[in-house]
């Protein structure tokens, strides 16, 4: 056995201090030296065999075998390949070429690079020794933590923790399987940082954009550029996207849709966040609510939307939604104006507060307060409270209208057919032959019952003790067309979807 120490000093060069810096592979250890020339090349080499340990730069190697080439400061070596830089940078593999000028190793067969918790699995690779880079071309795969990591090209800072990956990219872990074209991956603070496509899918929520970040330990996600959160109950898009799993938190901002594909909602607006248990929302800034329906979808645009988890009397969960300030609400039957709303998911049930206002075909409806009854997606009824009063239009100055305490509207398919009026009953109703006006009925009574066909009145029936007069018709109008708390809004009403978001 020979165990050589020398450092071929005479190889090294100085640094500006005049103090030698080590440039010479440094044999440490063999069981056997043997030196010889090539045949082809008469290059000098010397054969290390058995047990060789080597060291350049503070870089320690070790092999069964290895050829020395002093002169070109290069070193080929065979079988039980480990090469350790620092505390924590092992590199194992069945071959090594290392040039000592450049400081590149090459590394090939069954080859492993650990450093901490980082484990690299791969055929082949290049490991830049002064830079602390490893790359490789040809598949690789990463255990990092709970997760898996492979793809077909990859670069490790081993400085910076963070690999950089290319090429048919994938993280596995217990709860989620993550694809992607290129990512970044911080073995450290294990957080994946996406730049292309990227989709990450599990039991319970699915996730899609083209950039943004994912903390794989603490499940917290900052997703842009056409990102997409379906969390098997909504699917909520945005420009960007903030998701935190274990709390059941997110935040949207900007182009915010969220559709809830089981009660067949679609909520939109520019900022949104939302709570998983108990299970909440709220929208704002260009806020829109649309239920869908096959016949007519509604749609309602307000301030700021939201939706809670309420309970009633035998904790029964329901959904309760409001909106508030500048309620607007268009459907092909139905339009509607308001300062605030609710909505309850128990009784299907539209509350109106604050100036109400609902359009019906040629009808206008106004009260202090209103509800709307819905079943299977289109209205039943409605219900106006204190003040009641509708309106339709005639011409330009004639109105008929119909006042009383309270008023219940009936629909059928979406169409309103008649409307009972309980209470201080006042009419107002234009007797008309073809495009004729022939007569004007004024009316008071306790109950009025009004059949509607087409949007028009029909029929108008009084009960308990009505009192009335019926004049010819007037060509100019005056105090007496006019029932007391008279308005025609028809300049608010919403005429199609996009006049939800016209200011008053």
């Known amino acids: 056995m020979l165990v050589l120490t020398a450092s071929f000093l005479e190889g090294q060069n100085a640094d500006q201090t005049g103090k030698p810096t080590k440039r010479k592979i440094e044999v440490l250890h063999a069981d056997e030296v043997i030196d010889v020339s090539e045949r082809s090349t008469g290059r000098k080499l010397t054969r290390l065999l058995g047990n060789v340990s080597l060291l350049h730069n503070e870089v320690y190697m070790k092999c069964d075998s290895a050829h020395l080439y002093q002169g070109m400061n290069q070193i080929w070596a065979y079988r039980k390949i480990h090469l350790q830089q620092g505390d924590t940078l092992n590199l194992f593999s069945d071959y090594l070429f290392y040039d000592g000028t450049s400081e590149i190793a090459i590394v090939k067969g069954n080859v492993e690079l650990i450093d901490k918790e980082t484990h690299l699995f791969t055929d082949s690779a290049e490991y830049d020794v002064a830079r602390r880079i490893a790359r490789y071309n040809n598949n690789g795969r990463i255990i990092n933590g709970e997760n898996t990591l492979t793809s077909r090209i990859g670069i490790y800072y081993v400085s910076q923790n963070l690999f950089n990956f290319k090429d048919s990219v994938k993280i596995v872990n217990p709860d989620y399987i993550m694809t992607a074209d290129t990512m970044d991956y911080n073995t450290d603070s294990e957080t994946a940082f996406f730049t292309g496509p990227t989709v990450l899918e599990g039991d319970s929520i699915y996730i899609y954009c083209e950039k943004?970040?994912?903390?794989?330990?603490?499940?917290?996600?900052?997703?842009?550029?056409?990102?997409?959160?379906?969390?098997?109950?909504?699917?909520?898009?945005?420009?960007?996207?903030?998701?935190?799993?274990?709390?059941?938190?997110?935040?949207?901002?900007?182009?915010?849709?969220?559709?809830?594909?089981?009660?067949?909602?679609?909520?939109?607006?520019?900022?949104?966040?939302?709570?998983?248990?108990?299970?909440?929302?709220?929208?704002?800034?260009?806020?829109?609510?649309?239920?869908?329906?096959?016949?007519?979808?509604?749609?309602?645009?307000?301030?700021?939307?939201?939706?809670?988890?309420?309970?009633?009397?035998?904790?029964?969960?329901?959904?309760?939604?409001?909106?508030?300030?500048?309620?607007?609400?268009?459907?092909?039957?139905?339009?509607?104006?308001?300062?605030?709303?609710?909505?309850?998911?128990?009784?299907?049930?539209?509350?109106?507060?604050?100036?109400?206002?609902?359009?019906?075909?040629?009808?206008?409806?106004?009260?202090?307060?209103?509800?709307?009854?819905?079943?299977?997606?289109?209205?039943?009824?409605?219900?106006?409270?204190?003040?009641?009063?509708?309106?339709?239009?005639?011409?330009?100055?004639?109105?008929?209208?119909?006042?009383?305490?309270?008023?219940?509207?009936?629909?059928?398919?979406?169409?309103?057919?008649?409307?009972?009026?309980?209470?201080?009953?006042?009419?107002?109703?234009?007797?008309?032959?073809?495009d004729e006006v022939v007569g004007v009925n004024r009316a008071k009574c306790s109950r009025i019952e009004i059949f509607v066909d087409d949007g028009k009145i029909i029929e108008i029936y009084e009960y308990q003790n009505p009192s009335g007069i019926l004049d010819p018709p007037q060509q100019n109008l005056d105090g007496d067309l006019r029932l007391d708390g008279f308005e025609w809004l028809d300049g608010l009403r919403p005429k199609k979807m996009s006049d939800v978001f016209k200011k008053p």
């Open 212 to 434: 943004g970040w994912y903390d794989t330990k603490t499940d917290l996600s900052r997703l842009w550029k056409n990102a997409v959160i379906d969390n098997r109950k909504q699917i909520i898009h945005g420009d960007s996207l903030y998701y935190d799993k274990p709390g059941g938190y997110g935040e949207a901002f900007g182009n915010v849709n969220i559709a809830d594909t089981t009660n067949s909602i679609v909520i939109r607006g520019n900022y949104a966040w939302y709570y998983r248990d108990p299970e909440q929302f709220l929208v704002t800034d260009r806020a829109l609510f649309i239920q869908i329906s096959k016949g007519d979808s509604l749609f309602l645009h307000a301030d700021t939307i939201s939706a809670i988890t309420a309970y009633d009397t035998i904790s029964n969960a329901f959904r309760l939604m409001r909106a508030w300030y500048g309620c607007r609400v268009f459907s092909e039957d139905l339009q509607a104006k308001c300062d605030s709303l609710s909505y309850s998911y128990q009784d299907s049930v539209i509350r109106l507060y604050t100036n109400p206002v609902i359009w019906s075909e040629e009808n206008q409806l106004t009260a202090d307060s209103m509800a709307v009854f819905t079943r299977n997606s289109q209205t039943d009824r409605l219900e106006l409270y204190n003040s009641a009063f509708v309106t339709s239009q005639i011409d330009d100055i004639r109105f008929n209208q119909v006042k009383g305490r309270m008023l219940t509207g009936y629909f059928e398919n979406n169409e309103l057919y008649k409307i009972n009026i309980d209470g201080n009953g006042e009419t107002i109703y234009f007797l008309v032959d073809g």
